[in-house]
């Protein structure tokens, strides 16, 4: 049985029918940033407190301007659009970013505060990445990998998030929704939320992941 989240259950916010979603694979092609695209799930009120998910993603295509769109994923309690979660304190989440040189990168949002981890160094179109993404009190921190071991470190992000509040929604490559005509193309694929049931989460007890005495992951 996969251990992937199944895209097939979640709800689908895509009037321009721009996402193609198969089971564990979405695929956003030529999203306009001011369009509304997301896929989400309510998992319940406070659901995601503390947590280690990974996820792949590749950004295919981006034109040249400045924004943060397009989005791999993050948690929220009410709205599914970076736009919403900034103009309502809502949400922290990882995404991939496009600068007007272009260049391409991947930074970090807490959309409560507004507070950003800035960007990593330079990322390539078409290179898959793999991310471990962690959630620990007041912690929001993501190790980067070009491998699907995760044994090549890219880069770490890391924000101090304004906010132990817990969070009711999985939201799944989302854009910005704001003004703007720049498109972008990316692939968000085998999210695991690496969950037991009742929600019972413990950092120290995850297989296949080194995690020292703190419950960060080992580099």
Not at 173 to 201: R, W, Y
Request: proline share 5%; net charge positive.
């Amino acid at each position: 049985m996969s251990h992937f989240e199944d895209f097939k259950t979640y709800t689908k916010i895509d009037s321009g029918g721009y996402l193609t979603v198969e089971p564990h694979r979405v695929t956003a092609t030529n999203v306009p940033r001011s369009a509304q695209t997301c896929l989400y799930k309510d998992f319940g009120v406070g659901h995601f407190g503390d947590f280690f998910h990974t996820v792949k993603a590749t950004l295919n295509a981006g034109q040249a301007v400045a924004y943060d769109n397009p989005a791999i994923c993050g948690v929220s309690n009410t709205y599914h659009h970076s736009k919403d979660m900034s103009n309502n304190s809502d949400g922290i989440y990882i995404c991939l970013y496009v600068t007007a040189t272009p260049s391409y990168a991947i930074v970090m949002r807490d959309q409560v505060s507004g507070n950003s981890s800035g960007l990593t160094p330079p990322i390539s179109l078409n290179q898959p990445y793999w991310f471990k993404i962690i959630r620990k009190g007041n912690v929001y921190r993501a190790y980067i990998y070009t491998d699907p071991g995760c044994t090549s470190l890219f880069n770490i992000r890391q924000i101090i998030v304004a906010t132990t509040r817990k969070f009711r929604y999985m939201n799944v490559a989302f854009n910005a929704n704001t003004a703007g005509v720049p498109t972008s193309t990316h692939i968000v694929e085998d999210l695991n939320l690496h969950e037991k049931p009742a929600n019972q989460f413990n950092l120290q007890t995850i297989k296949g992941n080194v995690l020292n005495k703190e419950g960060w992951m080992r580099t």
